[in-house]
């Protein structure tokens, strides 16, 4: 069975930092690319980032310098280091992986709370 699961969100002041994980447990073959979109209530899910299994990255131009994705091509897990965290940041983060053969899978998400 396909699984995607992510963890690390939570709620965190401006300006802190959070580091989410999306763990596949090895159940997709052939994932070429993973990575992370978000959905804040009322809004349309939107690209974050992500990363190809040659190691190239794409961010979404609001997390440019303040996020990271990286992979760890073995164990086929994704993570998200982010850093200066704003109040518009605040959504729910879904951990995306696509295959060679081009299915999409998704997890469930994780919410990301950004507030004083």
């Known amino acids: 069975q396909v699984q995607l699961v992510e963890s690390g969100g939570g709620l965190v002041q401006p300006g802190g930092s959070l580091r989410l994980s999306c763990d596949t447990s090895?159940?997709?073959?052939?994932?070429?690319?993973m990575g992370w979109y978000r959905q804040a209530p009322g809004k349309q899910r939107e690209l974050v980032a992500t990363?190809?299994?040659?190691?190239?990255?794409n961010y979404a131009d609001s997390v440019k310098g303040r996020f990271t994705i990286s992979r760890d091509a073995a164990k086929n897990m994704v993570y998200l280091q982010m850093n200066s965290l704003k109040p518009e940041d605040t959504a729910i983060y879904l951990c995306?992986?696509?295959?060679?053969?081009?299915?999409?899978?998704w997890g469930q998400g994780t919410q990301v709370t950004v507030s004083s």
């Open positions: 990363i190809t299994s040659r190691g190239s990255t």
């Open positions: 090895r159940t997709i073959f052939g994932v070429d690319t």
């Open positions: 995306y992986a696509r295959t060679l053969d081009g299915l999409d899978y």
